[in-house]
């Protein structure tokens, strides 16, 4: 069974950083993106970052250059350096796996960690 689990999560003062991590357990078979979404109060869920089975990334304009995803060797653990951060980061941010077969797709989700930037 595929499990995501994050950690890195909590209070950063703006222009602080903050790493978040993401482990994934089980079997993956397909082509497959990983990657970060965040939720703000009274917001919908939106793109952080993704990084693809062959290690391309894609980034949300509002992060770019600030964000970095990032994984490890064995492609069990993706990361998200986050610096420079704003107020307007403040979100619960979601691991997503998105794996695809032959004609459909499925989607994995962490079950979040609370970041907020706050002076």
């Known amino acids: 069974q595929v499990q995501l689990v994050e950690s890195g999560g909590g209070l950063v003062q703006p222009g602080g950083s903050l790493r978040l991590s993401c482990a994934l357990s089980?079997?993956?078979?397909?082509?497959?993106?990983m990657g970060w979404y965040r939720q703000a109060p009274g917001k919908q869920r939106e793109l952080v970052a993704v990084?693809?089975?062959?290690?391309?990334?894609n980034y949300a304009d509002s992060v770019k250059g600030r964000f970095t995803i990032s994984r490890d060797n064995a492609k069990t653990t993706v990361y998200l350096q986050m610096n420079s951060l704003k107020p307007e980061d403040t979100a619960v941010y979601y691991c997503n796996l998105h794996i695809r077969y032959p004609g459909s797709s499925k989607d994995y989700w962490g079950q979040g960690t609370q970041v907020t930037v706050s002076s």
């Open positions: 089980g079997s993956i078979f397909g082509t497959y993106t």
């Open positions: 990084i693809g089975s062959g290690g391309s990334t």
